[in-house]
């Protein structure tokens, strides 16, 4: 049979059967006749520069064994996809030689094979996307479960502790050199996170700066005190700068508790939260009082949205009253949320919302609900005064959130005199500037402003004089005190005397005593808030106490 012939045998053979490493002798068989054919081997190796270079080669048996300590009759090496290289070792009967035709000719034959080896290699390279996380080529989330799954089989799982670490500030490190070089030094992180574990270890990337891993609990000090800095570089303008990424880890240490893999991140994962969130610390392990805590926080996340819909948060309002006159002069709207049958106040949820972006929603939804009841006690002739609505630093980032505001109050024909916005005073510049901008909107609009817990924050003398606010609101912690004695007389009235001069109202929530307000008429602070006149209350028992007005003094 002529060369033409069994190349063509070959060809339609090799097209027709499945993709496999190792070519069926019968596409071969003629050609390995003609060119006595013992093996052919393939070495796929990665090029320089690949990120994959300096992995071990690929060894693969095309045709025949694979020899042991012997010198291919020839080789041939072809460039392929993925900056590698395959040497294809060929083997021959005897001691058969080729001539410069034959050699030529068999080159064509290697096009093919090189053809089908991109074929192999890349449904490999699809099977094992499945488990690869593209960037890092560490194992992704399905590679982890799957390595975990074999030890939860092999009942091996307890020997270990779970991990879920996530990289501080690598937003900044891309923003620095780049997102480009910024994946380079992802790569080289997780470089060592590979060079650190054990062969029956695990380190996964699940995407983003998150990963798990799984490593032998005698281990864990050591792995963690690797998480607390690894020094890698980064190349910057071609020079090669220094580079130390740290990170915040969740720790469980597995028990007998566990019922199937996905456990493994879902509890270290909780774990890192609570490191992050909660406790600012460099790593936390797994505690029934931390599983509490963040199970709560998941089911208020998850609940929200539907609670919202529900109608489930109620409004109360507590009242603000003059002490000279016992007359109530206004009223701020606080949220409570009725949880199946328990009621959360705003310190069990405000923050995880504020955490999730959640919060604003809630904000306008009590706004729309201050300016519902106001429209109700015009339409029953009850004597209205102005009602105060929070709303967090957190909302500042929304453009138009000012300009919603003002369309939400018209849209319920409120006169804009009878809502105040307030806001918490804050000591970080960037919100500073976004505080200010949305104040003097409001100020703009024809809404009231107020300061909330003013006197919490670095920057309150300065929170005075730059922020177009009507009223500030002192915070308890300046009356709180068992005590109170000339110090706390001078510094409150040395805020009244400011804020009066810049013609500010000032306001003093958190009152309980009346030697607080005897204090407080003093200093000539006169409008006060708390649980000394009322507690937040219904808007029913609000109306019946608006109606009459006054509080015997």
Known sequence: MNFEKSFENFV???????????ITPSALADISKEYALRSIVAVVSFAKGADEEGEPDTVISLFGPVPEGEAPAYYFKNEMAGKRIVTYNIYLLGDKRWTEEEYKSFSVIIDILSFHLERYLLNGIVKESTFIQYLTRLPNAGGF????????????IQDYNSFYFN??????????????EGDEIMKRYAKKLREFCEQDEIVAHLGGDNFTALIKKDRTNDFLELLSGIQVVGFRNEKEEPITISAVAGVYSVDDSLKEPGQLISRAGMACSY????????YVFVNKAMSTKIYRQKQIEERYEEALQNDEFRIYLQPKVDTITGEIVGAEALARWFCNGIVL??????PILEQEGLVATLDLYVLKKACEYIRNWQEKGIPIVPVSVNFSRRDLGYKHLAKEIAQIIDDYGVDRKFIQIEVTETASEDER???????????????????????TGFSSLSTLRDFPVKVIKIDRSFISSDNLNKNDEIVLKNIVAMARELGIDVVTEGVERTEQTDLLKEVGCHVVQGFLYDNPMPMDDFEKRLEKKYYDN
């Not at 990289?167 to 480009?180: D, E």
């Not at 490191?275 to 460099?282: F, I, L, R, T």
């Not at 505080?435 to 107020?450: E, G, H, P, V």
């Open 345 to 350: 106040y705003p310190t069990e949820f405000v």
């Open 145 to 156: 479960l799957a390595f975990a799954g074999r030890l939860f089989e092999e009942e091996r």
């Open 12 to 22: 339609q053979i090799l097209s027709e059967e499945e993709v496999t490493s190792e």
């Open 167 to 180: 990289l501080k500030s690598f937003g900044l490190v891309s923003r620095r050199f780049g997102i480009t």
């Open 275 to 282: 490191a992050k969130n909660v406790a600012n610390k460099p």
């Open 433 to 455: 500037g976004l505080m200010t901008n949305f104040l003097n909107k409001l100020k703009d609009m024809n809404i009231s402003t107020a300061i909330d817990d003013f006197g």
